[in-house]
């Protein structure tokens, strides 16, 4: 009731502010006060439902998300700001970021590390929690960018946070007696938003930044991010994203990186989530007896694993047979829905054989439109690619899509026709498992550059992980422009698969390669890229090396290759550059590069 009465306040409010406003320009509203409220109130009750669940259909139904979050802990600054991989990094509750700092707030994290449930819980505070920042939020405000993947709509000329902000409060807007200058509406557009925002006190929650496809809407968001974060002072601004995909900063945003659970979390989490503490206590002794048992734990990977643990009473020890138990958990448990009536042939498939058909539809959708947000359109299209190979018919696409959406949870209809994985892991893992299968590792232009998570899962489901990985790198790098980006974003998922390498000479020598063709661009362009990103990635080299490299692979270097120069980086480490032409270092047909470069850090353990 009294968030109603604050909604009808609100409208009130923004109407005078856009009338006052429009009165001093020249231009005038088509909308009345109750046109306002009711767009305001259209887009609370949406936020308030999208916030009140976690849609986890491999358990025996969606959780309430008051019911089972627990507050996670953030770090103070991003741990790629760490000197040193030993520093211990200032702490602080998610939920006290507020106090924590006065400027607007990134929030970032791995992938599954409860950003957005955590803005989910922060959304539910808001409207029901009299104790959470009342004196500072009255009401949130969603924008998920995921959904700007599909098109942005022709009326969205002032950008994409302006104009969604300006939409959702039900403003319309035209020039008196004049042609309308589209120049001059968008400035009214911005100016009119800041101003509501200044006169009130919302929280505004910008999610997935790392979900938008196209460099130029991510640049558009940025643009937008930066403005906001110096205009508006009155209502707080939260942008969520992967830690890898946003290495940007701005004036009056601070940025936080949610850390991994810790023992008290896990118990807590578990707890929560098979709703007894008795079996919450088992199944974190089940955990501290696997290789999971480590800082690298996420929300998302406990809940697949207290789903699969509920089931088996046992857990896997790699990510990828995570993923496979999932998804086939998901499969099975549609199976035994007795009397669920088919209506397509995929209703009628196998399990192995609809993994199969989702593997392929995950990969010609990823491939096609490089996002995790589908129209009805990109359906269309990627089912056209791949019913004959299932003995389909072109006119099943709209009944299996259905059946996949209604029964598996693990595709869903998350708006007027639009569909999404449920979560983007399993679009990657299955898109790996499609591209694992292929005759041949596929080097179509363009398409590496887009695939960094998926290649990185691909090598560590190979039957044959390190001659899969040495091809790669020798094969498929050379498609690849934004190498640092890249290798960023490959490298940090290849640590959370854990593949299966051989130590061997080959392997190593493949993955100095690799972290010499990083050291080029760093000695290149480290005047051009922020020096932290550039050192952040040279320590996630160095643990990903470290935990797979042989010391004998340095003694070969230092003993036969010829040190040419050496290079004093940013955090005062050296690089070291050895020459490799004299002994024609090779694997297979692939000639190495002729020098190799490595820090001294390299050199010691």
């Not at 211990?88 to 106090?99: E, G, S």
């Not at 042609?179 to 009130?200: A, M, P, Q, S, Y």
């Not at 800082?295 to 990510?319: F, M, Q, S, V």
């Not at 491939?367 to 269309?380: A, H, I, M, P, R």
Request: glycine share 4%; with cysteine; hydrophobic share 40%.
């Amino acid at each position: 009731m009294l968030k109603e009465i604050v909604l009808k306040e609100t409208g009130s409010l923004v109407f005078k502010l856009i009338a006052n406003q429009l009165k001093k320009l020249d231009f005038k509203t088509e909308s009345s006060e109750t046109d306002i409220v009711e767009a305001l109130s259209q887009h609370i009750t949406y936020v308030k439902n999208w916030s009140s669940e976690i849609n986890f259909k491999d358990l025996q139904k969606s959780k309430k998300t008051y019911s089972v979050y627990i507050p996670l802990n953030l770090y103070i600054s991003p741990v790629k700001l760490r000197l040193e991989e030993g520093d211990k990094l200032t702490q602080a509750p998610i939920l006290d970021v507020f106090k924590v700092t006065e400027n607007h707030v990134a929030i970032l994290g791995q992938p599954g590390a409860g950003k957005t449930t955590s803005m989910k819980f922060i959304c539910q505070s808001v409207f029901f929690d009299s104790d959470f920042y009342a004196d500072q939020f009255s009401l949130p405000i969603l924008i998920r960018l995921r959904e700007f993947n599909i098109s942005i709509n022709e009326n969205y000329s002032a950008g994409i946070v302006y104009e969604y902000l300006f939409n959702l409060f039900g403003v319309k807007i035209s020039k008196i007696d004049q042609e309308d200058n589209l120049k001059d509406i968008n400035r009214i557009k911005e100016k009119i938003v800041i101003e509501i925002l200044n006169n009130n006190n919302f929280i505004i929650i910008i999610d997935g930044f790392d979900e938008l496809s196209t460099k130029k809407n991510r640049g558009i968001v940025l643009g937008e991010l930066s403005s906001l974060a110096n205009y508006v002072e009155s209502s707080k601004i939260v942008i969520t994203s992967r830690t890898a995909d946003f290495n940007y900063t701005s004036e009056n945003l601070s940025t936080f990186e949610i850390c991994s659970l810790n023992k008290e979390q896990i118990l807590d989490f578990s707890t929560k989530w098979l709703g007894d503490s008795q079996k919450g206590n088992e199944f974190v002794n089940a955990v501290e007896r696997s290789p999971f048992n480590d800082t690298t734990i996420r929300p998302l990977t406990i809940a697949h694993l207290c789903a699969i643990y509920e089931k088996n009473n046992k857990i896997p020890d790699k990510p990828k047979t995570v993923y496979k138990k999932i998804i086939y958990l998901l499969l099975e448990e549609w199976d035994e829905q007795r009397n669920l009536q088919r209506l397509s042939k995929y209703g009628n498939f196998e399990v192995d054989r609809k993994f199969e058909f989702l593997s392929a539809l995950a990969f010609h959708l990823t491939v096609s439109t490089n996002k995790s947000y589908f129209s009805v359109s990109d359906l269309g299209n990627a089912y056209g690619n791949i019913f004959g190979d299932f003995d389909m018919s072109s006119k099943d696409m709209k009944s299996v899509i259905n059946e996949i959406e209604s029964h598996s949870g693990l595709f869903i209809q998350s708006g007027y026709e639009s569909y999404e994985f449920a979560h983007k892991s399993l679009q990657e893992y299955l898109t790996a498992e499609y591209i694992v299968k292929m005759p041949f590792i596929p080097n179509r232009r363009n398409l590496t550059e887009r695939l960094p998570n998926e290649f990185a899962i691909a090598i560590a489901i190979s039957s044959m992980p390190s001659d899969y990985f040495i091809s790669f790198v020798l094969n498929n790098l050379n498609e690849v422009k934004d190498i640092i980006r890249f290798i960023q974003i490959f490298i940090n998922r290849l640590i959370l698969e854990k593949p299966d390498f051989n130590k061997n000479n080959s392997v190593s020598l493949v993955s100095l390669m690799l972290y010499s063709t990083y050291l080029e661009v760093y000695i290149k362009d480290s005047e051009q890229l922020s020096l932290f990103i550039m050192d952040n990635l040279a320590n996630e080299f160095e643990i990903f090396i470290k935990s797979i490299i042989k010391r004998n692979t340095f003694e070969l270097i230092l003993e036969n290759y010829e040190e040419i120069s050496s290079l004093p980086s940013s955090d005062g480490n050296i690089i070291f550059t050895y020459n490799l032409m004299n002994i024609g270092v090779s694997i297979g047909n692939i000639q190495l590069p002729f020098v190799l470069r490595c820090r001294k850090t390299f050199l010691e353990f």
